[in-house]
């Protein structure tokens, strides 16, 4: 019984399979269709969302199966004072298999270790969200043909952004990868992401604050949300909230060819006029997440095709 809590918990070899089996589901997804028939999905969001729950809830529908489960805290036994573990041995006893999000920093973990079922960490709190990473390397591989040989940017909330902390530890293990690292002082990586996962893994990376110095620079951009939830002072996220806008105008200066990424939520990062632009991926990126969760709900049930 395998669960899926850290990025790193899956090898470079397996992520490369899972991709290509995302990759066949978009061109023969009726080959998909049944198998995962009978088996059920629960869905445990103590935490708002829209793409991962409804790209899960579709993933699982797509390959045959079924869905429950509850999409906030308040709705479920926690607000009786139930516990993490409590609540996943029952489950348990319900679906075959679990994904949780969690405002707290190792409750999915908390959960794998009182589970019958695998588990999927689904994000917790500002730590990590390996599902939204294997979107995005899906996402990338399509749009640059490979995982190796490029600049990605990262802007905006570098603390607390999950996405961004389990994207760099993925990367990590690729060849050539080459990492700006664009936030506010206050907003900057955590200092294990730049101790135990840049540095000992000898990964070229610079920091700055400032976007359109380094936007020429880049094949991929990973624009992400200031993290309102996460910060102890309203005043505070209000100061930072609009560090960094990107505008049509500011593009002009882009590679042609750059990927323009965003796990979504958008509040003000990326202006609408940036949409039609040819280089914006992000809903193009909110489906590749759909497909990447049906590749991963049939590798953690042991379903393989062939
Ligand atoms: C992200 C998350 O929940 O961490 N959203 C998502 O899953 N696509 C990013 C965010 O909320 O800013």
Redesign the pocket.
């Known amino acids: 019984m395998r669960s899926l809590i850290n990025i790193l918990d899956l090898t470079t070899a397996e992520i490369d399979k899972m991709l290509d089996t995302a990759d066949d589901i978009i061109a023969n997804p009726k080959k998909y269709s049944e198998v995962c028939h009978g088996k059920k999905l629960a869905t445990l969001f103590f935490e708002p ?1 829209t ?2 729950r409804l790209s899960f809830e579709a993933a699982m529908y797509e390959l045959g199966g079924n869905v429950l489960g509850f999409s906030e805290a308040q709705s479920s036994s926690a607000a009786k004072g139930e516990s993490v573990a409590d609540t996943t041995r029952t489950v348990c006893c319900y679906a075959d298999i679990i994904a949780m999000r969690h405002p707290k920093e190792g409750a999915p973990l908390v959960a794998s270790m009182n589970s019958t079922v695998p588990i999927i960490n689904a ?1 917790d709190g500002g730590h990590n ?1 390996p599902t ?1 990473t294997l979107t995005d390397l899906l996402t990338i591989r399509r749009k640059k043909g490979k995982l190796s040989d490029f600049t990605i940017g990262f802007c905006g909330d570098l603390k607390f ?3 961004v902390h389990s994207l760099i530890q993925a990367l990590s293990r690729y060849e050539n990868i080459k990492i700006i690292l664009i936030s506010p002082n206050e907003l900057k990586v955590p200092s294990y992401i730049k101790h135990d996962v840049l540095r000992k893994n000898g990964i070229e990376y610079k920091q700055t604050t400032d976007l359109e110095s380094v936007l020429p620079e880049l094949d991929v951009l990973y624009m ?2 200031v ?1 309102r939830e996460r910060f102890l002072s309203e005043e505070e996220y209000i100061r930072l909230r609009d560090s960094y806008i990107l505008t049509r105008e500011k593009l002009k200066i882009a590679k042609e060819s750059l990927t323009i990424l965003h ?3 958008r509040v003000n990062e990326i202006s609408v006029d940036v949409d039609d632009d040819p280089r914006a991926c992000y809903f193009e990126q909110a489906l590749c997440g759909k497909f990447v969760r049906m590749a991963l709900i049939m590798e953690l049930l042991g379903i393989h095709l062939d």
Do not use: A
């Open positions: 969302s793409r991962t994000g969200h939204q952004g999950r996405t992400t949300r993290q796990p979504l939520p």
